[in-house]
């Protein structure tokens, strides 16, 4: 009751604020909107959490219901402020899911969950080409298309389709406080799915760019590698400076993990690195190699994390395009459901190609479900490069995007209470390895 | 040598009640658009909204120590209040004779300048100064503690002037700052005890924080009085908000004090209005606090008036908040008084320095 009423106050608040701003107070919105959407988005995930709903869904909610497609209490400025936190939020989550990465622990896990990965993905991506092939007609992607053209148009929308969201499934379980072997499986394979992305992002693009006449860009691989390589040395070498500091400073930690972020972040964009692989990199680095004594830096990302989050998801929440579902909804829904067979008939093919035995492992296909920002970032990329059927896709996208973030988090949050995994965190429970893995 | 020890520990972040401005407005100036560079226009413009949570945060400290002192000192809360009225009114008089009398071709409104300038000088730092064992000297560095109510409702005051007073009426004005302050003190009473974990509560908190700066930023009033009243709220409500989030802003206060240190630092400007004003600021600002001081120690005759003075030189962060967040409102006009501010705060801050070796070295 106190909660509903602190939220009552607070939409009521922002509400009378936009009656009695004076003209050009949109320029000044950026910590009106953080706090709004701290408090209110937080509100909305305690509420669905009580409805036994991820919290991430009810911020994703928060920022839909009040953004500027439908309530616009959140308006356009507003919103675009808060994507400011986006590239901290998505390096934050990654170094937490490195965190959570104890290599000695995974190691003899380490090739079921690679054949789990590979089996999934490669399934997906087979299956998601024929029906593409197949339907292309009624798909509403430049039906014209014929030959190698229709090939390669078909196989990059087969990529873009096929991608998870490992900020989204890592949020999750840092915001469920989750630990067990569903956690570390699904973390493992949407980490493998993401770099298998890049790269077949990167071949499919230089295909299509073949297949309409341009020329292949030499340097793109040379610039993919860079990506990979690149971000996991530099994510090693900040990891190290940032566990020295944890060791000999150890001082003001919340404040000292959102500058390391932001500065990765920053770096990561003057680079041209991946900032996911390499906050991932770094807290691999911090987890394995110098662990800190104590509990300071967990703290701090309890601490840390969860605003971050919050924001994050209500931001993403706000620029979810409900117009683009209605313009092709059924589409949408019908490769939706298509895809979500593929993953979960993917992953029952992987789990027996591992050769794992009945468990947790069996329910790892519900968190894959999710997409989120990075597959946004590379279908506005070929809208770019393309925008004759470029923009069909990325409606596409965006369609199945707002599909999946609320579908996914929820799908992926009753698996890990099936499982028994919420709250693993808190009680100190080591994943015990024999659970999942049955053949020696 | 222990104020300078002092000061060491609070320049390492050791002792973070203590933020020298001699040490991270220079620091500012340096880093800042005229010499590196490194805090641009562009930075600065985007530390706009953190400055405005910075601001609602001192607004709180105030508004909780007001609130806690209400039922046990009131009559020093009277007192430290008329020493500042009476800064406020001797500086802004002050500055505002010589501005007509002497036609300095400063943009803005001289009266609303003067009166900004004012309720710069107005506020005391306490906590730069060194408690002595007598009760007169405890007494006044509770003073100095309590004197920041009169700079923030004035501050308010002189910003919807500045913003647009015949927008609502400036009694309006005031009631929605106070309104939209209760509201969110509110929020925070309904939120902070209920918090399931520390997460959460750090969420409520920053949360809370970022609309009391945020609201008020954008709808142009004063970020300091929505903080002051959602402080009083948090203190007076029947709950433990006010601990909660006094335990919570100690983590982080500190940072946000050097921020807007370095933030003013980096917006001070070569400007000839700024030299010019500098002297009056820096004198009348002195004259103010030893009137005031004296007019303080006749209304609570336990307060000795020269102990009182040297407790009231030292600037205080409230006066550089007051300075920055009219800029934020009035940049042109702004500029130049967070420029004569800012030096005049870090000369003062040499005054005190002075002021407290010399009974050392006689002792």
Not at chain 1, 336 to 361: C, T
Not at chain 2, 315 to 323: E, S
């Amino acid at each position: 009751m106190p909660s509903t009423a602190a939220l009552l106050l607070a939409v009521l608040l922002a509400w009378a604020l936009g009656r009695i701003a004076p003209a050009g107070a949109s320029v000044r919105v950026a910590a009106l909107a953080l706090g709004f959407a701290l408090v209110a988005a937080a509100l909305a995930g305690t509420l669905l959490e009580k409805l036994r709903l991820p919290r991430v869904t009810g911020y994703l909610l928060f920022g839909m219901l009040c953004g500027p497609y439908l309530a616009n209490i959140i308006t356009r400025p507003m919103a675009r402020e808060l994507q400011i936190i986006n590239g901290l939020a998505v390096t934050l989550i990654a170094f937490i899911a490195g965190l959570e990465m104890n290599l000695e622990r995974l190691a003899p896990r380490f090739r079921a969950m690679l054949r789990l990965g590979g089996t999934t993905m490669a399934l997906m991506y087979v299956a998601l080409f024929v029906l593409f092939w197949i339907t292309w007609p009624w798909l509403g992607i430049a039906p014209a298309l014929t030959g190698v053209q229709r090939f390669a148009v078909a196989a990059l929308l087969t990529t873009l389709v096929a991608s998870f969201s490992p900020t989204v499934t890592i949020a999750l379980i840092a915001e469920s406080r989750a630990a067990g072997p569903l956690s570390e499986l699904t973390l493992a394979v949407v980490v493998f799915a993401d770099l298998l992305l890049i790269l077949v992002f990167t071949v499919t693009m230089q295909g299509v760019r073949t297949a309409f006449g341009g020329e292949a860009e030499v340097g793109l691989l040379m610039s993919v590698m860079w990506e990979i390589f690149g971000s996991f040395a530099f994510g090693a070498a900040a990891g190290a400076l940032f566990a020295m500091y944890l060791k000999f400073i150890g001082r003001e930690v919340p404040l000292a993990l959102i500058a390391f972020c932001a500065t990765v972040t920053a770096a990561g964009d003057a680079l041209h690195l991946e900032p996911l692989l390499s906050a991932l990199a770094a807290g691999l680095v911090v987890e394995n190699i110098a662990p800190p004594r104590g509990d300071s830096l967990k703290l701090a990302v309890e601490h840390g994390a969860l605003p971050v989050l919050v924001i994050f998801f209500a931001a993403a929440g706000a620029s979810l395009q409900i117009d683009a579902l209605a313009t092709i909804g059924g589409v949408a829904v019908a490769v939706s459901l298509a895809r979500m067979l593929f993953i979960w008939s993917g992953a029952r093919l992987g789990i027996r190609a591992a050769g794992l035995g009945p468990g947790p492992s069996q329910m790892v296909w519900m968190g894959l479900v999710s997409q989120a920002g990075v597959t946004l970032g590379l279908t506005l990329i070929v809208a770019a490069e393309y925008p004759a059927w470029g923009v069909q896709i990325q409606t596409l996208m965006v369609s199945l995007i707002a599909l999946h973030q609320l579908i996914g988090p929820v799908l992926f949050r009753a698996a890990l209470a099936r499982a028994g995994e919420i709250g693993g965190m808190n009680q100190g429970v080591n994943p015990n390895p024999e659970s999942l893995i049955t053949n020696p | 040598m222990t104020w300078f020890a002092l000061r060491t520990r609070a320049a390492l972040g050791l002792a973070p009640t203590m933020v020298p401005v001699s040490l991270y407005v220079p620091l500012g100036f340096v880093l800042g658009p005229r010499v590196l560079n490194v805090l641009s226009y562009d930075v600065l413009a985007h530390l706009d909204g953190v400055v405005s949570v910075a601001l609602a945060t001192l607004g709180v400290f105030v508004g909780i120590a007001l609130a806690r002192q209400a039922r046990t000192s009131g009559r020093l809360i009277a007192a430290a209040s008329i020493e500042s009225a009476m800064t406020i009114v001797v500086v802004t008089s002050a500055i505002v004779v010589l501005l007509l009398q002497w036609q300095v071709p400063i943009s803005g409104e001289p009266g609303l300048i003067a009166l900004v300038l004012g309720t710069a000088a107005a506020a005391s730092s306490a906590g730069a100064a060194e408690a002595g064992v007598a009760l007169s000297d405890r007494l006044a560095l509770t003073v100095a503690d309590l004197d920041d109510l009169v700079p923030i409702l004035v501050g308010a005051i002189a910003l919807s002037l500045a913003a647009d007073g015949a927008r609502s009426g400036l009694g309006i004005a005031l009631a929605q700052t106070a309104g939209i302050g209760i509201v969110i003190g509110l929020i925070g009473w309904l939120l902070f005890e209920r918090a399931s974990g520390p997460g959460d509560r750090a969420v409520y908190v920053l949360g809370t924080l970022a609309m009391l700066g945020g609201a008020a930023a954008y709808v142009k009033y004063s970020p300091m009085l929505t903080g002051l009243v959602a402080g009083a709220v948090w203190r007076l409500a029947p709950s433990r908000a006010d601990e909660i989030i006094g335990a919570d802003l100690r983590k982080f206060h500190h940072p946000l004090l050097v921020l807007l240190l370095i933030d003013a630092g980096a917006q001070i400007g070569p400007y000839a209005e700024a030299i010019w004003l500098f002297a009056p600021f820096v004198v009348f600002r002195l004259t103010g606090k030893i009137v005031g001081g004296w007019a303080a120690a006749r209304l609570a005759p336990e307060l000795a008036a020269d102990a009182l003075g040297a407790y009231l030189f030292p600037p205080g962060v409230i006066g550089l908040a007051v300075a920055l967040n009219f800029q934020q409102i009035e940049a042109t006009s702004g500029a130049v008084i967070v420029s004569a501010v800012a030096a005049g705060a870090v000369a003062f801050e040499l005054i005190a320095t002075l002021a407290a070796q010399r009974p050392e070295r006689t002792a």
